[in-house]
């Protein structure tokens, strides 16, 4: 009901049917519902309550009232009462007895009297697909008072002949991607009519979303494209199968539970029918009938969608430069300058964690270890599988990640990192130019420059690779004329597009040759609140793994850093958490030539035969930043060894964690000639705005020749901002050993008193 009402209005003003309203003098008006009671006071409001009985329209109710309440007052009081949702104004001709019936629509916020009911209820088509118990629905549709104006079972891979005149279709399937919905979503565009979907059977019963071609919102394609997402295992079983679509399932149910679907059904239809509009109604409701958890998933649209969206915006974000603008950094600064808090994150982006319309599954505290860690998890990481069974089973137990001082920052950053490897994965629908690096030289970029595997690496690539896991293989030798599929990104340093092939900048990207001379990994991707944020963060990742691949490969001693210097309550809470579970840990400095802070915290089990070392690495202009990133990650990294079980498949990791003891690697100790470091020993630079922190990279990349190449990744779907930062020439944490930055740098800065010798390099691979 509209909740303004004036003197015009000659419809009967009442309490809701489903409203009990009682009087006490002296105290308040008490209005009772199924959903608890409020209160109501105020001057002559215990009057003014009791005219409200259904029986006057608003000139009746001003002329009941004392003289000493003037008409402007008792508008006033009863459009309050309406905006609360607790009035309603019934037609004169309508003024019949409540009935339970009139209170649900009432409270629906419809009119009863225009709902319409029996043989002037709308028609609807009731169509199903595959073996679903149709006669049930068919009953329980009439036993909700609606006109059934046809009946007919869906054949797959053929076009559905829609009732005319129906205003509705109820699409009931034994699963949301069954052949044929395709079909129907098909034809219900064409006619322009909305249809619902619901899943009957099993014990977990779906209903909706309602589709609606007239309004703008997701199509069933939308839908899929989720739910696919999150049904990797099913769709690698039934390709391995030979078979395509959904695998079949046994029926599961028992007559109470498909009464009680067939009803819900039932209700969703009428609903519809009767006018009731409301954003639950484009979602999926879940009913698991054994628990009774019922959950509602959002459904969003993709504007990507092929069948109802732009398939070109990928395409066209590519071709675009890469702009950044001036963004203020937020007041919440633990997660390192960003331009949003954690919470305005969590209110844009919390719709896509559901196991069924969304892209993460759920978002979990690792059990495993002190609650202090903050270790989160967020479903499978897509980065670290491959296409076959083995890659499935490492993708499916290295999952993304979050870290962060606080629950709320690790909830968060686990999110941001799902989210940050859906968006990196191939989809299809990205920019890409067909050619070799011959022909796109002037743009492009070769592979070895970001690749960096030197060439005794090629030679001795079969037995390497079949020691090593994954991140850790060798390409085969890149072939400057072999045709490809290439990618623009944006320059930052020269403001011009690049090319790189697609296939190191997208997971599972195909190649399009018959060798695997690129890969793609994580290094430089980022998301962040906006684009700026997400350029920083994914620079940073690239001086932090420089500078970690810098010491680790050449195992300089370095200085360590004096946590108790830094004031910090939370670091020195970890070191009484590391203790109470038998560890302990310490941090050293790596910062590079690049200037900005780095940091590497170690930490290893005493007292056992086993020290479990576990490191992690933090970059960031503030030392402070920096420190605690280091200890974060190391904290999120922690629960693989807590148990023993080392639960990685890396072979690599494997053998450091059963060999490495600290004493037998001097480098992993601080320096005992050098000084601890404080805050005092670190230029710190604190900059305002975000744009200034990009300009401020990029500028000191470009000092040592270096250009700093930006892909947005955002998809327009997820929303949030998405990059991949690419610094040819930076090192990676993982084993690659071409002349360059890993062997000048730590001469140039004194380290070494000459470049380590290829022999000479770390054996241990990093494996983070």
Same mark, same amino acid.
């Given at each position: 009901?509209?909740?303004?009402?004036?003197?015009? +209005?000659?419809?009967?003003?009442?309490?809701?049917?489903?409203?009990?309203?009682?009087?006490?003098?002296?105290? *308040?008006?008490?209005?009772?519902?199924?959903?608890?009671?409020?209160?109501?006071?105020? &001057?002559?409001?215990?009057?003014?309550?009791?005219?409200?009985?259904?029986?006057?329209?608003?000139?009746?109710?001003?002329? *009941?009232?004392?003289?000493?309440?003037?008409?402007?007052?008792?508008?006033?009081?009863?459009?309050?009462?309406?905006?609360?949702?607790?009035?309603?104004?019934?037609?004169?001709?309508?003024?019949?007895?409540?009935?339970?019936?009139?209170?649900?629509?009432?409270?629906?916020?419809?009119?009863?009297?225009?709902?319409?009911?029996?043989?002037?209820?709308?028609?609807?088509?009731?169509?199903?697909?595959?073996?679903?118990?149709?006669?049930?629905?068919?009953?329980?549709?009439?036993?909700?008072?609606?006109?059934? *104006?046809?009946?007919?079972?869906?054949?797959?891979?053929?076009?559905?002949?829609?009732?005319?005149?129906?205003?509705?279709?109820?699409?009931?399937?034994?699963?949301?991607?069954?052949?044929?919905?395709?079909?129907?979503? #098909?034809?219900?565009?064409?006619?322009?009519?909305?249809?619902?979907?619901?899943?009957?059977? =099993?014990?977990?019963?779906?209903?909706?979303?309602?589709?609606?071609? $007239? #309004?703008?919102?997701?199509? !069933?394609?939308?839908?899929?494209?989720?739910? !696919?997402?999150?049904?990797?295992?099913?769709?690698?079983?039934?390709?391995?199968?030979?078979?395509?679509?959904?695998?079949?399932?046994?029926?599961?149910?028992?007559?109470?539970?498909? #009464?009680?679907?067939?009803?819900?059904?039932?209700?969703?239809?009428?609903? !519809?029918?009767?006018?009731?509009?409301?954003?639950?109604?484009?979602?999926?409701?879940?009913?698991?009938?054994?628990?009774?958890?019922?959950?509602?998933?959002?459904?969003?649209?993709?504007?990507?969608?092929?069948?109802?969206?732009?398939?070109?915006?990928?395409?066209?974000?590519?071709?675009?430069?890469?702009?950044?603008?001036?963004?203020?950094? #937020?007041?919440?600064?633990?997660?390192?300058?960003?331009? $949003?808090?954690?919470?305005?994150?969590?209110?844009?982006?919390?719709?896509?964690?559901?196991?069924?319309? =969304?892209?993460?599954?759920?978002?979990?505290?690792?059990?495993?270890?002190?609650?202090?860690?903050?270790?989160?998890?967020?479903?499978?990481?897509?980065?670290?599988?491959?296409?076959?069974? /083995?890659?499935?089973?490492?993708?499916? $137990?290295?999952?993304?990640?979050?870290?962060?001082?606080?629950?709320?920052?690790?909830?968060?950053?686990?999110?941001?990192?799902?989210?940050?490897?859906?968006?990196?994965?191939?989809?299809?629908?990205?920019?890409?130019?067909?050619?070799?690096?011959?022909?796109?030289?002037?743009?492009?970029?070769?592979?070895?420059?970001?690749?960096?595997?030197?060439? @005794?690496?090629?030679?001795?690539?079969?037995?390497?690779?079949?020691?090593?896991?994954?991140?850790?293989?060798?390409?085969?030798?890149?072939?400057?004329?072999?045709?490809?599929?290439?990618?623009?990104?944006?320059?930052?340093?020269?403001?011009?597009?690049?090319?790189?092939?697609?296939?190191?900048?997208?997971?599972?990207?195909?190649?399009?040759?018959?060798?695997?001379?690129?890969?793609? +990994?994580?290094?430089?991707?980022?998301?962040?609140?906006?684009?700026?944020?997400?350029?920083?963060?994914?620079?940073?990742?690239?001086?932090?793994?420089?500078?970690?691949?810098?010491?680790?490969?050449? $195992?300089?001693?370095? &200085?360590?850093?004096?946590?108790?210097?830094?004031?910090?309550?939370?670091?020195?809470?970890?070191?009484?958490?590391?203790?109470?579970?038998?560890?302990?840990?310490?941090?050293?400095?790596?910062?590079?030539?690049?200037?900005?802070?780095?940091?590497?915290?170690?930490?290893?089990?005493?007292?056992?035969?086993?020290?479990?070392?576990?490191?992690?690495?933090?970059?960031?202009?503030?030392?402070?930043?920096?420190?605690?990133?280091?200890?974060?990650?190391?904290?999120?990294?922690?629960?693989?060894?807590?148990?023993?079980?080392?639960?990685?498949?890396?072979?690599?990791?494997?053998?450091?964690?059963?060999?490495?003891?600290?004493?037998?690697?001097?480098?992993?100790?601080?320096?005992?000639?050098?000084?601890?470091?404080? &805050?005092?020993?670190?230029?710190?630079?604190?900059?305002?705005?975000?744009?200034?922190?990009?300009?401020?990279?990029?500028?000191?990349?470009?000092?040592?020749?270096?250009?700093?190449?930006?892909?947005?990744?955002?998809?327009?779907?997820?929303?949030?901002?998405?990059?991949?930062?690419?610094?040819?020439?930076?090192?990676?944490?993982?084993?690659?050993?071409?002349?360059?930055?890993?062997? +000048? /740098?730590?001469?140039?800065?004194?380290?070494?008193?000459? &470049?380590? @010798?290829?022999?000479?390099?770390?054996?241990?691979?990093?494996?983070?």
């Amino acid at each position: 009901m509209d909740s303004t009402i004036t003197s015009t +209005d000659r419809g009967l003003i009442g309490f809701k049917s489903g409203l009990r309203v009682d009087v006490v003098e002296d105290d *308040a008006v008490y209005v009772f519902s199924e959903r608890g009671v409020t209160a109501l006071q105020g &001057p002559y409001m215990e009057t003014l309550a009791p005219l409200l009985d259904g029986t006057r329209d608003l000139e009746g109710v001003v002329r *009941a009232a004392p003289a000493e309440l003037a008409p402007e007052q008792i508008a006033a009081m009863v459009s309050r009462l309406a905006a609360a949702g607790l009035l309603t104004v019934r037609s004169p001709s309508g003024a019949a007895a409540p009935t339970p019936a009139s209170a649900y629509w009432e409270a629906a916020g419809l009119d009863p009297d225009t709902v319409p009911t029996g043989d002037a209820s709308p028609a609807l088509h009731l169509l199903s697909v595959g073996d679903i118990a149709s006669d049930a629905a068919l009953a329980a549709l009439r036993q909700a008072g609606l006109t059934v *104006a046809a009946q007919s079972v869906h054949t797959p891979g053929t076009y559905p002949d829609l009732a005319p005149g129906a205003s509705l279709s109820v699409v009931l399937c034994p699963d949301y991607l069954a052949s044929g919905l395709a079909e129907i979503d #098909a034809a219900h565009r064409a006619a322009r009519r909305p249809w619902l979907l619901a899943k009957p059977l =099993g014990s977990q019963v779906w209903v909706g979303p309602v589709f609606d071609p $007239r #309004a703008q919102g997701a199509c !069933w394609h939308c839908l899929a494209h989720r739910l !696919w997402g999150q049904r990797q295992g099913e769709l690698h079983a039934q390709t391995a199968l030979g078979r395509s679509g959904p695998a079949s399932r046994p029926v599961v149910t028992v007559p109470a539970l498909t #009464a009680t679907a067939m009803s819900t059904v039932g209700l969703e239809a009428a609903k !519809w029918l009767a006018g009731y509009r409301g954003v639950e109604q484009r979602a999926v409701w879940t009913l698991d009938s054994l628990t009774l958890d019922a959950r509602r998933h959002e459904l969003h649209a993709r504007p990507q969608c092929p069948s109802c969206g732009d398939p070109s915006l990928m395409r066209e974000q590519a071709r675009r430069p890469v702009v950044i603008a001036a963004r203020a950094k #937020a007041a919440d600064t633990e997660g390192g300058h960003r331009a $949003r808090t954690p919470h305005e994150v969590l209110d844009d982006f919390g719709h896509l964690v559901s196991p069924v319309t =969304g892209i993460v599954k759920e978002i979990r505290q690792d059990p495993r270890g002190p609650a202090e860690f903050n270790s989160f998890r967020s479903g499978p990481n897509i980065a670290a599988g491959r296409t076959d069974l /083995v890659g499935l089973r490492a993708m499916l $137990r290295a999952e993304n990640g979050g870290k962060g001082t606080t629950p709320l920052h690790a909830r968060v950053s686990a999110l941001c990192e799902a989210l940050e490897r859906h968006s990196g994965f191939f989809h299809g629908d990205e920019e890409r130019v067909r050619g070799s690096y011959t022909d796109l030289s002037d743009a492009a970029v070769h592979p070895d420059a970001c690749q960096l595997f030197d060439r @005794r690496q090629f030679a001795d690539r079969d037995r390497w690779n079949a020691e090593h896991a994954a991140f850790q293989q060798v390409c085969d030798p890149f072939d400057d004329d072999a045709e490809m599929d290439w990618t623009p990104v944006w320059s930052l340093t020269e403001e011009r597009h690049r090319l790189l092939p697609t296939a190191m900048l997208y997971f599972n990207a195909p190649e399009g040759t018959d060798r695997v001379t690129v890969r793609a +990994d994580s290094n430089g991707n980022a998301a962040g609140t906006s684009v700026e944020d997400a350029v920083v963060q994914g620079a940073l990742e690239l001086v932090e793994r420089d500078a970690a691949a810098i010491w680790w490969y050449n $195992r300089t001693r370095q &200085p360590g850093v004096d946590l108790a210097a830094f004031g910090d309550p939370w670091l020195d809470r970890m070191r009484d958490v590391y203790a109470d579970i038998g560890r302990e840990f310490w941090v050293l400095d790596t910062t590079s030539d690049l200037g900005v802070p780095a940091m590497a915290a170690v930490s290893r089990r005493t007292g056992g035969p086993r020290e479990d070392i576990m490191f992690g690495f933090g970059a960031h202009f503030d030392p402070r930043v920096a420190l605690r990133r280091a200890v974060t990650e190391m904290n999120q990294l922690m629960p693989a060894v807590l148990d023993g079980t080392h639960r990685w498949d890396d072979p690599d990791a494997a053998r450091w964690w059963n060999e490495a003891r600290a004493d037998g690697h001097p480098y992993l100790r601080p320096d005992p000639a050098r000084r601890l470091l404080g &805050p005092a020993d670190y230029r710190r630079a604190d900059r305002p705005d975000l744009a200034d922190d990009v300009a401020a990279l990029r500028d000191l990349l470009a000092e040592r020749g270096l250009e700093m190449l930006v892909l947005d990744q955002t998809r327009p779907d997820v929303g949030l901002p998405v990059v991949k930062v690419v610094v040819p020439g930076l090192r990676g944490f993982w084993a690659r050993f071409a002349p360059g930055r890993l062997f +000048d /740098v730590p001469l140039a800065l004194g380290r070494v008193p000459f &470049p380590t @010798r290829y022999e000479d390099l770390n054996p241990y691979p990093l494996f983070l």
